[in-house]
């Protein structure tokens, strides 16, 4: 069984400053786990993906996340947050070892990003 | 490349009608999903195709529920009749095969069940 928790339903942040949104996860396999985040009225975009390489994932817009097994979590961080990043934030769990395995997504985070 | 593509955009019906979606994927992606995603929660797998197979259909609401791949391209999902907890965004996604490579996503149905 699988199961993701994203730490923070809401996080606000002034312009120019960091962003963090909190991601643990539960697997009983070797995961797989993705960040995406939807605009509105968009569909969702695959931010990265940490898929068993390089603990450290670097993706678009600046975002990176760290895969802490230790910890069982995924936070994804942005060193310096822009108006453009407002959207809601999904951290998703897959099973690695099933081809094109079931996937689990969280409730989500939302981000506004204050002037 | 072209995206996912997903039609109709947006849906407004009386419960207990019926309503269908259409999805088409990415030219040569083997796996199809559609996920629901209810207002202030994340989506949910209610069916996975791999070509034109079912993988997973174990969330899918059978007795109102439908979904078909056909020739392992194109896929429709049907809800009838229509509740009013159906009212939710409708996500069709492909990816090659193999969840390696994440999923690219469609813009969504968005369905208003009244």
């Known amino acids: 069984a699988q199961s993701v928790t994203q730490l923070d339903s809401h996080v606000s942040v002034s312009e120019g400053t960091p962003v963090l949104l909190r991601c643990n996860y539960s697997?009983?396999?070797?995961?797989?786990l993705f960040w995406y985040v939807q605009h509105p009225n968009k569909g969702l975009q695959l931010l990265l993906k940490?898929?068993?390489?390089?603990?450290l994932v670097k993706g678009i817009n600046g975002f990176e996340a760290e895969f802490k097994k230790s910890e069982t979590s995924f936070h994804l961080t942005k060193p310096s947050a822009h108006m453009s990043d407002a959207a809601e934030y999904f951290c998703v769990v897959s099973d690695r070892n099933t081809n094109a395995g079931k996937s689990t997504f969280g409730d989500g985070t939302t981000l506004t990003v204050k002037p | 490349e072209a995206g996912v593509a997903q039609s109709p955009r947006y849906k407004i019906i009386e419960k207990r009608q019926s309503v269908a979606f259409w999805c088409n994927p990415i030219?040569?992606?083997?796996?199809l999903y559609w996920y629901q995603q209810i207002l202030g929660q994340g989506p949910k797998l209610l069916i996975q195709f791999q070509n034109n197979g079912v993988v997973d259909d174990s969330q899918l609401p059978k007795d109102r529920f439908s979904a078909e791949r056909l020739k392992g391209v194109d896929s429709t999902l049907k809800i009838q009749p229509a509740k009013l907890e159906d009212s939710a965004v409708y996500l069709c996604?492909?990816?090659?095969?193999?969840?390696?490579?994440?999923?690219?996503f469609g813009s969504g149905t968005r369905l208003t069940v009244v």
């Open positions: 697997s009983s396999y070797s995961p797989s």
């Open positions: 996604a492909s990816s090659p095969g193999q969840l390696f490579y994440g999923y690219t």
């Open positions: 940490y898929t068993s390489a390089a603990t």
């Open positions: 030219s040569g992606h083997a796996t």
